[in-house]
């Protein structure tokens, strides 16, 4: 069997993952022969969004570890991890030293990476320089892949779904009417939500026929119920909060507007080609995809409460026609 090329991606979110999908795959093609093997946190739900993605082969989880000795842990189990994997080379997508570390104790020698801080001691060059440490993880990976003379086509993520997942989804929710909103309500953190208020606001204002799915949290199902669905109180209103992350993200590919808050359902939602409006209070808006239409509060109140929901009514206006009949075709 051929040993195989593993890439590193330390990063724990479903939006990360979604914005290294096409160096992923440049990779893959460049250095992998077509796939290669993703080593990744679990909190990306790579196994399930990936598993229709032909440059990935298969995706193993990396450790994340807590507590004394962390590092000295991480260290240990990924050096496991890279021993029953047996790569030909390693390349990892960030500054990290405990996967390169591991993979040279193996006598992997082709162990790539950025080389920022004391990762430079393990990684074969070229690398990039300092004054790139800080600057977004994106330009990051756009420096070191020109540095590797590895084209990368598109910064679209073109997240590839099963054609059977979509239809299971389609088929599940076909009665309903058009068109279909996602409300992506949920995020890592309070400061990054708009209120349940402005989304109630939302639905209110769009007096027309269509159906909005509200996802939010596996643990945020009875707190929606309670504070968006009944408030809403409409039978096109559908709290979809259970969902598998998979599941979601088929849905969401078969709407035709997705509207939430910056997590990673909403990059997920532009990953998979869907109109996106996404808003930002705290982080800066992401203006790096042709699906994301971002919203932010003004520059003197960095809240989500800034955000007007008469501005989300007006660009979602813009964006779709509130007039289609119940789904009856792709």
Known sequence: MTRPVVIYHPHPGVGDLMWHLPFIRALAKSRGDGSITLLTRRTTHAHSLLAAESSVARVEYAPYVSGPLRHARELFITLATLRRLRPRALWILDKISRPAIAARLLGVRDVFGFGLGSQVRWVRGPTLPDDLRDAHQIDKLQAFFKQHDIPVPSQEPLLVLSSTQIDAQRDHFRAYPRPWVMLGVGARNLARRWPSESFCALIERVDAAGTWFVLGGLDEFDAIERDIVARAASSRVVNISHAKMADAAALVSACDLFIGNDSGPMNVAAAVGTNTIGLFGVTPALTRSNFIHPLSSSQNNRRMEGIAV?????????????????????
């Open 310 to 330: 008469e501005d989300v009514t007006e660009s979602a206006s813009r964006l779709l026609a509130f007039d289609r009949p119940p789904c009856t075709s792709p």
